[in-house]
């Protein structure tokens, strides 16, 4: 089967007066129509950056320097801007923390939603509306046809979340990269979500990349999980691979730190110290500083470990599964 989203050695420099940083480094993955792919990792790992760059959104002073975005077989970074353009939003769309970044304030919800449709599609306003209930229908909202009628802020945040969601599945997209789309809601409407989004995948066959912090989010919720750290995948497997047996170390610490998979009453160990500066990265491994299994080894490249499809950029791997 063709991935619906095929990201090949992405790299993405920032010119920073430190001098180039690389948020992006060389990295790969895809995701398979109907799937959902967890884009796990701390605080400036390069999360949002590789979001970005695969929808082609990085502007000075940023650059993607390397890499293949293929969506659908169709290289995104060969693109004119015009065809990108329009590939956004009807192939590949986004979902953002805040959904006031897709929804506007001052119209109705149907309004915009109506709006967005005929952007990309010739529709009647009418059919565009009930186009666009239907979408409100799929992401789990109450009398849908009674919301196209309210603007934004007569929703809950929850609500408007799911409205922005809604707004992405319009043009019936490929893929879907949501960025902590669901971190500013509570816990119970964000599960809520995250149960929708898993229905939403299987029913639209949309391909979703999960960009979270939170670990036991992507471990409910994705069929692949890659995590992130200084700007590279560093681990890389299903779902029950990288949870059930993770193999790198930084991996296996965040994992220990998810209060939910632990015993209770027992004090959460952390991973010690704190995510390096990207202008001052050790030389070799990234994580050799914060890793318990390090060795002067690890001051050169780490190698690729690849095992059963589940991949490790470590000298040293833990067994696994
Ligand atoms: N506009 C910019 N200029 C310079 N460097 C940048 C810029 N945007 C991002 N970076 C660099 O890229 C790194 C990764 O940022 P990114 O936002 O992708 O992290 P993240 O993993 O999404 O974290 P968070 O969860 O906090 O958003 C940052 O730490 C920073 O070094």
Redesign the pocket.
Known sequence: MTAALDVKGLTTR?E?RAGH?T??NDVSFAVQPGRIMGLV??????????GFSILGLIDA??EVTAGAVLVDGVDLRQLSTEDLRKMRGRKVAMVFQDPMMTLNPVLRVGDQMAMAVRVHQAMSKSDALEHARKALEVVGIPSPAERLKAYPHQLSGGMRQRVAIAMALLHSPSVIIA??ATTALDVSIQGQILAEVRELADKTGAAIVW?T?DLAVVSSLADDICV?YA?RIVERGTAEQVIGGPRHPYTQGLLDSIPALHEPGRKLPQIPGSTP???RLPEGCPFRPRCPRATDLCCTEPPLDVRDGQAVLCHYPLEGV
């Not at 701390?42 to 949002?48: D, V």
């Open positions: 920032f920073t940083v948020a992006v990792g701390e605080s400036g790992s390069g999360k949002s950056v590789t002073p940023g960025d902590e960009i912090h992130m700007g500066q990207l202008s």
